[in-house]
Structure formats: C-alpha cells, structure tokens
Nanobody, 118 residues
Framework: QVQLVESGGGLVQAGGSLRLSCAAS????????MAWYRQAPGKQRELVASITSDDYTNYADSVKGRFTISRDNAKNTVSLQMNSLKPEDTAVYYC????????????WGQGTQVTVSS
C-alpha cells in the first residue's frame, strides 16, 4: 500500500557529505513516522534516524551532530543529510514508513548503497 524509493547514495571520501532522499507514494496515513535504517557488512540492521509527521526527531548516537533528517509532508518525501562521513557509515541505507497506530516499520524501500572510503 505504501511504496518507498530511495536515491542519493554513492561513493564519497571520509569527511565528505551525501544527501539521501526517499519518495513515498500510495496509501499514506497522515500521522506517521518515517525513518532511515542502515545495514553494514556483517552487522544487524540499525536505526539511523526517524522523524514523525509533527517533526519529532530521533538519532542514533553514532550519527548525532553529523546527520540531519527532514521531511516535506506536502511532497511525501524524507531526506537524510549526512556530513562528516566516516568509513563506519558505509552501509546500505533503507527508507522506512509506519503509521503511528503501528509499532513497527513494515514498509521499506529498496535501499541505496553508501560507501565511505578512507
């Protein structure tokens, strides 16, 4: 019912920046939360940042101060501005969506690769 498409990944040198974008379409419940997750080689999928439809944000400690999540409710998009990138940020980044009446993120994008070289 909800489709998510990520874009903006790529290869960047340590210390550089990337901006990821996610476009949502379908049956989008107005009160919701959108998030960026990532999965690095050999690691579990982890929450990077989330943002609700009323702009409440949450960040993983590892990215706080470097990454900024934002959204445009009118356009149904969410972005992740990533600055001061580190090699440990290398992962496949996934956009996720949930209406607030559900406890888990059940809608996922296809993922976009972010590679940070040292």
């Amino acid at each position: 019912q909800v489709q998510l498409v990520e874009s903006g990944g790529g290869l960047v040198q340590a210390g550089g920046s990337l901006r990821l974008s996610c476009a949502a379409s379908g049956n989008i419940f107005s009160r919701n939360s959108m998030a960026w997750y990532r999965q690095a080689p050999g690691k579990q999928r982890e929450l990077v940042a989330s943002i609700t439809s009323d702009d409440y944000t949450n960040y993983a400690d590892s990215v706080k101060g470097r990454f900024t999540i934002s959204r445009d409710n009118a356009k149904n998009t969410v972005s992740l501005q990533m600055n001061s990138l580190k090699p440990e940020d290398t992962a496949v980044y996934y956009c996720a969506f949930r209406p607030i009446y559900r406890a888990t993120y059940d809608y996922w994008g296809q993922g976009t690769q972010v590679t940070v070289s040292s």
